[in-house]
Nanobody
Framework: QVQVAESGGASVQPGGSLTLTCAGT????????MTWHRQVAGMAREWVPT???????FYADSVKGRFTVSRDEGKNTLYLQMDSLKVEDTARYYC???????WGQGTQVTVSS
């Protein structure tokens, strides 16, 4: 059974950094397209980055240059390194195994002073 589980969310100050983790089970993260999305309560879910099987990465303009998506195939884990965090990055962050449209439960990131 394909499953993903996010962790690493926390409260940080503006300008800070945080790394989110997405652990995959039932598949290999290196073989599929993986994405991160985020959602603020009451608003639509927003795509953040994509990591393709061949290693190509794509980022939303709002996070380009600040966020980095990567994977560790040995640990079967996807990461989202978030630097220079802004208040507007506050959201619940979700990992998605795109090929099967499988979502995790999300992890909360709060950026405030």
């Amino acid at each position: 059974q394909v499953q993903v589980a996010e962790s690493g969310g926390a409260s940080v100050q503006p300008g800070g950094s945080l790394t989110l983790t997405c652990a995959g089970t039932g598949f290999s993260v290196g073989d599929v397209t993986m994405t991160w999305h985020r959602q603020v309560a009451g608003m639509a879910r927003e795509w953040v980055p994509t990591l393709a099987p061949g290693g190509a990465t794509f980022y939303a303009d709002s996070v380009k240059g600040r966020f980095t998506v990567s994977r560790d195939e040995g640990k079967n884990t996807l990461y989202l390194q978030m630097d220079s965090l802004k208040v507007e990055d506050t959201a619940r962050y979700y990992c998605q195994q795109f090929d099967s449209q499988t979502w995790g439960q999300g992890t909360q990131v709060t950026v405030s002073s």
